[in-house]
């Protein structure tokens, strides 16, 4: 058809040709658009290669049979195909259970013997900072959601203020000009001032076309990297010079039978507004500098820090089902089997991300931010802690896991804890508040380490399903153990431990023999003493001010009896 036309005269040539140009242009320009299908392919290649030789070769021999009962029958063998493989596969969900098999043989998997412990607990949860971050801003803009990253050497939820997406001119024609940046550590994170940092990005996660965070990191991708990569999780957070940039996490596929994501590196943009000369590298090449995995470690601020995509990390975590053999979390078999439990009431789902140490382990791991899973087993009324699984946030080739099962510790997990702290209260109207975001609190308490979960009660306005946050709101930490709740003060973190050794003390000393610890040394003073030993036993300061107190009180006497005189006169 395209040769007819083209041989009709030297004007359709022309067209031809200028059509054919358009078209190449569009599909470089607009390869942002039609990735998503290319990552489609790459994801399920196998399957897409499988299913067209099976479709080709049945076609064919349809085509060439003269029988009709013949042909029936290639039709009934393709459409039992297509169902077996769609049921085995989807429906049975043994594509995802491949997958995540390939994953777990492909990980650096280290267990641990020891509990790192925890250090700087956040206080707040993701949620409850993102509404109160929205609480600070006009109708203009929006808050893009928290993510906790270390800043100057303090871990903080960071986000930006952006252009709102209700209204579309906003996306097109601003910046992004403020970055939130409050302390997680603090009962009272504030939304003004020194927290609220000016710096413009023209690229952003609400910008439309070229200016959008997914457009330009896609655009900056190489032919191959169409195929392999795709941009997830954005954090905002300072480089080594001290400017903000913001770090688009990527998740790279591998794989050829049953491909599946990995830590792919991260994009980095940084800030400046846009020009015309910044408009056409957007639209020809997009937008960032690309930092693969591997050299990471030359760059100070992306280690140890929070750079993996929570995609990435779930399924690594889950794929320690796989531990007990390939056959074990079949549904006759799972004996070792475990699960990410969900809270339906919590909108912040594992990972939490938590600041640990590992000085004090046997592990080979830095200290500092993890992507922290709490896995349990399949069932349903099963709720016993059976690993904790610690994944480094900076993408470290690592997963580190302590094995709570096999230990025979018998610890509650996180799927229980709701039930434990509403049961503690029975006052509170649970309706509308909500116990979320279980995050571990390890600490050296009473002669051994010892795991807590830390939990914050969020209210939610009813029929709303955002939490409304609190600057000050009631946390409970539960011995994982023990299953006892201890209530703590939230302004007051440096007592927490002496707030659980008060009231779990006898229960440790009648179960474990322990001794007594957080004691305070008192002296008991015989009130019979010699004035003269009790001034030499009081420094010469301390005895000169009970001297002047005395003489007050005994002027104060004095003056009270003369009013008491006149009073009477």
């Known amino acids: 058809m395209i040769k007819n036309y083209w041989n009709r005269g030297k004007r359709q040539k022309i067209t031809t040709i200028i059509v054919t140009l358009i078209l190449l242009i569009l599909l470089f320009v607009l390869r942002d658009d039609y990735q998503p299908a290319l990552l489609f392919v790459r994801k399920f290649i196998f399957i897409i290669l499988l299913s067209a030789i099976v479709l080709f070769f049945g076609l064919r021999n349809f085509r060439s049979s003269a029988s009709t009962g013949r042909r029936l029958g290639i039709l009934g063998l393709l459409m039992v195909f297509f169902g077996v493989l769609y049921v085995i596969g989807w429906h049975f969900k043994m594509y995802d259970y491949m997958k995540t098999y390939h994953v777990f043989n492909h990980l650096n998997k280290v267990e641990i013997n020891e509990l790192p412990l925890t250090q700087n607990e956040r206080i707040q949860p993701l949620r409850n900072v993102f509404s109160m971050a929205n609480e600070s801003v006009g109708e203009t803009k929006d808050v893009s959601l928290p993510h906790l990253v270390r800043v100057d050497h303090e871990n903080k939820w960071t986000m ?102 990995t830590f792919g590196g ?66 006759w078999n799972m004996e070792t089997a475990v699960k990410i439990p969900d809270l339906p009431d919590d909108q912040n789902q594992q990972p939490f991300v938590t600041d640990f140490d590992f000085s004090n382990t046997d592990a080979d791991a830095y200290s500092g931010l993890y992507h922290w899973f709490g896995l349990e087993p399949v069932g349903d009324e099963r709720t016993s802690l059976t690993f904790s699984v610690f994944i480094p946030a900076d993408g470290t080739d690592a997963i580190y896991y302590y094995d709570h099962a096999s230990k025979k510790q018998g610890y509650a997990g996180v799927s229980a804890m709701p039930l434990k702290v509403i049961e503690s209260r029975k006052e509170f109207d649970w309706s509308v508040n909500k116990p979320v975001e279980f995050r571990p609190y390890i600490k050296d308490i009473a ?62 000393r009648a179960s474990e023999g322990i001794g007594y610890y957080f004691t305070e040394d008192t002296k008991e003073i015989d009130i019979s003493e010699t004035a003269k030993d009790s001034i030499m036993a009081i420094p010469n300061d301390a005895f000169l001010k009970q001297e002047q107190d005395k003489e007050k009180a005994e002027e104060i006497e004095r003056l009270q009896k003369r009013i008491d005189s006149l009073k009477g006169s």
Not at 168 to 191: C, H, K, L, Y
């Open 266 to 331: 991260v994009m980095v943009i940084e800030n400046g507004e846009h020009d015309f000369n910044d408009y056409i590298e957007r639209i020809l090449i997009g937008k960032g500098t690309y930092i693969r995995p591997e050299e990471m470690k030359n760059h100070p601020y992306l280690t140890r820090q929070n750079t993996l995509a929570e995609k990435v990390s779930r399924l690594q975590a889950e794929s320690l089902k796989f531990l007990g053999g390939f056959s074990d979390p079949l549904p």
């Open 160 to 261: 930006a203020i952006q252009p709102t997406e209700k209204y579309m001119w906003q996306g097109i024609t601003d910046n992004t000009e403020e970055v939130f940046a409050v302390s997680s550590t603090t009962p009272f994170p504030r939304f003004s001032n020194e927290n609220r940092i000016p710096v413009t990005f023209s690229i952003g996660e609400s910008l439309k076309f070229s200016r959008n965070t997914y457009n330009a990191v896609v655009q900056r991708f190489n032919f191959f990297q169409l195929f392999t990569m795709e941009p997830s999780d954005t954090y905002y957070m300072k480089n080594d010079t001290g400017q903000w940039v913001e770090v688009v996490s990527l998740i790279k596929w591998k794989g050829f039978l049953f491909p599946y994501p």
């Open 447 to 508: 002669g051994r380490k010892r795991m807590f979960f830390l939990g914050t009660i969020s209210a939610v306005r009813d029929g709303s399903d955002n939490f409304d946050g609190s600057a000050t709101p009631d946390l409970a930490l539960i011995d994982s153990e023990y299953r006892d709740v201890v209530w703590i003060d939230v302004k007051h973190p440096s007592q927490w431990n002496k707030t659980v050794y008060d009231q779990l003390n006898e229960a440790w």
